[in-house]
């Protein structure tokens, strides 16, 4: 038992966080949220430069995966930095291809995901995908099995600017019958909880260093005990969600995923509600860059899974294996 | 990065839940906060400790197995898997002894450590003072020299264990002059039998006298129970709490038992939708409990300290266990009420959680402070 990253993950983690910090995410998710994709496609392609999609693909067909904890690592940071884009749905894709028993669509579809020249997005048993006009391969999990749309309708814009829904037009290749669904759930989720620490963790650190600037009656408002109480609050909250988004990285158990999704969301959640209210009307404004964190808070709570669809899997795993299971 | 234990440690998990199967009684004892039950779980560390099972992570010279923090993590999964009694020598296991290896003499670790582990000498903290609560700092009860040792006078209160206890540990102000509160303070042990000690038993919210009032004049303790050098108590009591016994406070195989105790209860009433939330994060929070102490213990063997980390656990396991038993009262609905079973006891064991210890609004400020940095202010 040795429940820490080792140095090379770390060392990931950092390369990510330092690359992405010099890439001015703010300002490429606001052209993103615009329709304007150019940067956000550029950034794109410098995350898979950095393998990060490729450790969701198998060595078969020119990735480097699947590799859970790498991938966790790497969505914390993407979340840490807002970054735009349909990076959980092409994580589900790669795993939701490699699955289906008919290899001919991975080996036709994966590398070109791995390298980063083409974006998947994922219509998931629901009539949206996110940011359909800026995929390339997209996909539509529907009643008689996967299919690649040959198009997308008009875009709606989410409570997360940044992200764009679309339905994806009807149709198109079917790529397999009843695919097996169920490791691409795991992934998305397990991605997912990932991007919700990491969005968090940037909600707590820029509340942390507002409070510490904005003065009101002479002092600076970081040292009345009622706001360092509630960011001890979300600091808490985020320190109990990193071991369970680790554990399930290493375990992959669906219960186990389950409990990380919640439990990082709402984090992030709480920690996104703290944000708002320290910042004050500051933060309540479209303008600051705050928002593009709190919204994606909102989002990524209901993303796949919602809280009360976690807890129940959480509940049906205990149920059938008995209280000895952890 | 890896969560499976070794062969070897998953051999010692085995044993001890042999060991556990074969002598854990069959039916809950007494409450350990009266006098029957008092008695009755000091049997029980004394069959513990004939094993050497009362302390695994003690060194086999004072009566331990020399177990890893990991074993000693695995050990207590068995042991409230297993539905084992309460410890009644915590106080003495978990905040006295680790003090005793950090800053004890040899000779005080082989006289004291033995009998805390059969259960023959049982341990109360006396921290707390009338006047000094989460300002433990400012406490006013005095040791002055006398030949050969020590003279106590004052009160402390909220001693934990202290109506059936043998001994106490705690500070004592021996410098009267030092400029600053927490200076000119020592750490001391001393007999609740001793002349010049009476011991008020207080009631806990249930009734049960959970704890006590100390009333001191002029107790003579010797040199010997003195640990570490004088003036120095706060900086070895506070030395304690950032280390191993930030987590040996509360073990994640309490939680992890106490989830599924819920949740059997949950499925016992029907499984009723209006708490299923509520259980689901009770057996979520015990998962992330336990990982989170995995992730500490992981540090510790690379020679880190938790510092402050250790609120954080602090306040998290303090909340986590009321919220816990507030769930189980719901669901008994009127059964809840009744005072005299187990649930109800354990309920109002931990609403004493963020209080005790270091208030939660304490552990808040040492986080914000600590770990994120922000000024301190006006309290």
Redesign the interface.
Known sequence: ??????PE?RAFGDSLNAMLAAADTPSVVRDWSRGEHARGRALWSRIAEAGVFALAVAEAYEGLGPRP?ELAVAFVELGRHAVPGPLVETVAAAILLADLADPGPAERLLPALASGEAVATLAWKGPYALDGDVATTRLALTRPGLLLSPGHGPVRPSLDPARRLTPLEPGGELLGRDPATARALAYARLATAAQALGVGQAL?DRT?AH??RRTQFG??I????A???R???A??GL??????L??AA??MAPA?IA?AK??ACEAAYAAARTALQLHGAIGYTAEYDLSLWLTKARALRTAWGE??VC??E??RA??LSG??R? | MDLTHSPADEAFRAEARAWLRAHVPPDPLPSLETGEGFAAHRAWEAELAADRWSAVNWPAAYGGRDATLVRWLLFEEEYYAAGAPGRVNQNGVSLLAPTLFDHGTEEQRARVLPPMATGEVVWAQAWSEPEAGSDLASLKSRARRAAGGWLLSGQKTWSSRAAFADRAFGLFRTDPDAPKPHQGLTYLMFDLRAPGVTVRPIARLDGRPAFAELFLDEVFVPDEDVIGEPGQGWRIAMSTAGNERGLMLRSPGRFLASAGRLHRLWQAQGSPESTKDRVADALIGARAYQLFTFAAASRFLDGESLGPESSVNKVFWSEYDIALHETALDLLGTEGELADTEWAERYVFSLSGPIYAGTNEIQRDIIAERLLGLPKGRR
């Open positions: 038992m040795r429940f820490l990253l080792d993950q904890v707590l942390v409070v510490g002092v600076p970081g040292s009345f005990q706001v360092k109480h960011l001890a609050d600091r808490i320190e109990f969600a990193r071991p369970l680790f554990g290493l375990t186990d409990a919640v439990t809280p009360d807890r129940a959480v509940l205990h149920a209280d000895r952890w």
